[in-house]
């Protein structure tokens, strides 16, 4: 049967909406049937540990063995503060602490003759507690002498400063010649031993999301690889409340906004080196909720 070309046209029209009609309605459905065995939310991020280096003692600095965004290994030396000011206070320490053991050895061989002569009844009582008071001072002195070493030891341990980890390099704001302070900041290492995302899910979707359910974790960096991961968490507070500002809704000027909480993510197994993460990447999490 030979049907005008129009009506070909028609029928070829109708056939293809039919079509597109049963694969978006199809699309549809599976939407929302992973809507309710699935929550997703596109608002997350990788976190990570990030160790701020920061000196503990003052001085000059002598050497920098490290550039912006360098591989580095735990144990790494990063700085170096001169240290040849500590090393002399050092030396003057160990000299102090000699003199005062003199001094209580001296203390120690007055304190038993006047045990002896005290007990003979030779010299007075008097005589003999400033022997034993001699020797309490002198002891103490050695004491504090110990504890002075210890401590000019240590500063001079800490003119070093090592890598806490294994990572990257950020933030490096020191050269050398510059004057420091304690706990100025003089670069930060971005850890690459633990990462994790943070999933900023609203209020409504936390129903039935608990720690240990399973989640699909998709970066933007690689859109094409789905990383395996689990809840580890929910933060008790959303991220408002702990913000640096945060609302007042007693002031009369109250909107109601649905909130964020976040949601802790750490992934299955850390991944390899193929995939070079950054703290703050985007992320697009989706947890199985049933």
Known sequence: ??????????????????????????????????????????????????????????????????????????????????????????????????????????????????????????????????????????????????????????NLEYTKIFSPSDGHITKKAVEVGNQVQPGQALMAVVSDDDMWVVANYKETQLKNIRPGQQARIKIDTYPDKVFEGHVDSIQRGTGAKFSMFPPENAAGNFVKVVQRIPVKIVFNSQPNEKYNFSVGMSVVAEIKIN
């Open 1 to 154: 049967m030979n049907l005008p070309k129009s009506k070909w046209g028609k029928i070829g029209i109708y056939g293809i909406t039919c079509v597109l009609t049963i694969i978006i309605g199809t699309m549809g459905v599976r939407y929302i049937i992973n809507s309710f065995n699935s929550a997703e939310t596109d608002d997350a991020y990788i976190e990570g540990k990030i160790h701020t280096i920061a000196p503990k003692i003052p001085g000059t600095i002598n050497l920098v063995k490290v550039e912006d965004n360098q591989k580095i290994k735990k144990g790494d030396l990063l700085i170096e503060i001169d240290p040849v000011d500590y090393e002399l206070r050092v030396k003057e320490a160990r000299a102090s602490l000699d003199i005062h053991r003199t001094s209580f050895e001296q203390a120690t061989r007055d304190k038993d003759r006047a045990d002896m002569l005290y007990k003979k009844a030779v010299v007075p009582k008097e005589r003999y507690e400033s022997a034993l008071t001699a020797y309490s001072l002198a002891k103490a002195q050695v004491e504090a002498a110990q504890a002075q070493l210890k401590m000019v030891q240590r």
